[in-house]
């Protein structure tokens, strides 16, 4: 069965350092995608990145960046010069291909930019 | 210009009544789901729908059942609620098709409270 792991329930970061958010998956599938969306303390998801398992290279957007390692099933997250806006819950997440691309959660992260 | 759209925003309610959340995008994506994410922020998938086929998670009980008038829409109604089903509701649409970024766009959450 699929399953995304997130092992950091939380995080503090001192604003304008950088920050890696962890997230390993499970998956038998040779073909399957995996994004990072935020969700800041207002409630909406919002889409951050997306790497599918047979890219060459790492996605990139702006100031974040997923280092896939796809021999260790590892996809962390990497914000890049954090800003204070960045504080929120971050989930990684699996597209679940046999099933009308839903999505497979991880727990998330509670991620805290200090000033 | 909201790309999807569910209403109610809040919905507060007592044990047993039935109710409805409704789901629009304007996306003209051929694929809707919804999610539900409990008060420690998991989420879970509870449906897909396309124009062929509907999805339902197993876990999810008998008293939710989504309706979809028209492409762009997918409602979710729920019956003889219970404390437990109080959550936030998340539709999402996608655009089915090869390639791309898979990317799901979110509404902006029903929080759904059952006293």
């Known amino acids: 069965a699929q399953k995304i792991t997130q092992t950091q329930p939380g995080m503090f970061v001192q604003e304008k350092e950088a920050v890696t958010l962890d997230c390993t998956y499970d998956t038998s599938d040779p073909s399957y995608g995996l994004f990072w969306y935020k969700q800041p303390s207002s409630g909406e998801m919002i889409f951050l990145i997306y790497q599918g398992s047979y890219d060459q290279q790492n996605a990139t957007e702006g100031r974040y960046s997923l280092n896939f390692q796809k021999a260790r099933k590892s996809a962390n997250l990497v914000i890049s010069a954090s800003q204070l806006g960045d504080s929120a819950m971050y989930f990684c997440a699996m597209i679940r291909e046999d099933s009308n691309y839903q999505l497979i959660w991880g727990a998330g992260t509670k991620l805290i930019i200090k000033p | 210009d909201t790309a999807v759209s569910q209403t109610p925003k809040y919905l507060v309610t007592q044990m047993g009544n039935d109710k409805s959340i409704k789901c629009e995008q304007n996306l003209g994506h051929d694929t809707m789901y919804w999610y539900k994410q409990d008060s420690k922020k998991f989420l879970k998938i509870m449906f897909s729908?396309?124009?062929?086929?509907?999805?339902i998670n197993e876990t999810v009980p008998n008293r939710f059942s989504p309706k979809s008038p028209d492409k762009a829409h997918l409602n979710l109604h729920i019956n003889s609620l219970e404390l437990g089903d109080s959550a936030v509701y998340f539709c999402a649409s996608r655009h089915r098709g090869t390639g791309g970024k898979n990317e799901q766009f979110f509404g902006p959450g029903t929080r759904l409270t059952v006293l």
């Open positions: 729908y396309n124009n062929k086929e509907l999805i």
